[in-house]
Nanobody, 115 residues
Framework: QVQLAESGGGLVRPGGSLRLSCAASGSISDSFAMAWHRQAPGKEREWVAV???????MYADSAKARFTISIDNTKNTVTLLMNSLKPEDTAVYYC?????????WGQGTQVTVSS
């Protein structure tokens, strides 16, 4: 089993920045991928960014040039640095870990972008 714990959400003004972290614990293999998704009120959950255990990142178009995903393999922690935040970035942000055909999800952390 794998457990994920997100942190770092909160309220930020438009144009501001937030850093989200997701710490994974449990039975983690050498090869995995960790990703961030988000779900805004009344909308479906959407993928934001993903990074492999080897460090290769990929971004959704909505996150390119504003968000940076990184991984610390020594701590099994993935971080999402979000800059130039917009009101439309308001959502619950979830991290997940995929390995060996299984996907594990965290509980989510609220990000609210509002003046």
């Amino acid at each position: 089993q794998v457990q994920l714990a997100e942190s770092g959400g909160g309220l930020v003004r438009p144009g501001g920045s937030l850093r989200l972290s997701c710490a994974a614990s449990g039975s983690i293999s050498d090869s995995f991928a960790m990703a961030w998704h988000r779900q805004a009120p009344g909308k479906e959950r959407e993928w934001v960014a993903v990074i492999s255990s080897g460090g290769t990142p990929m971004y959704a178009d909505s996150a390119k040039a504003r968000f940076t995903i990184s991984i610390d393999n020594t701590k099994n922690t993935v971080t999402l640095l979000m800059n130039s935040l917009k009101p439309e970035d308001t959502a619950v942000y979830y991290c997940n870990l995929a390995q060996a055909g299984s996907v594990y999800w965290g509980q989510g952390t609220q990000v609210t972008v509002s003046s």
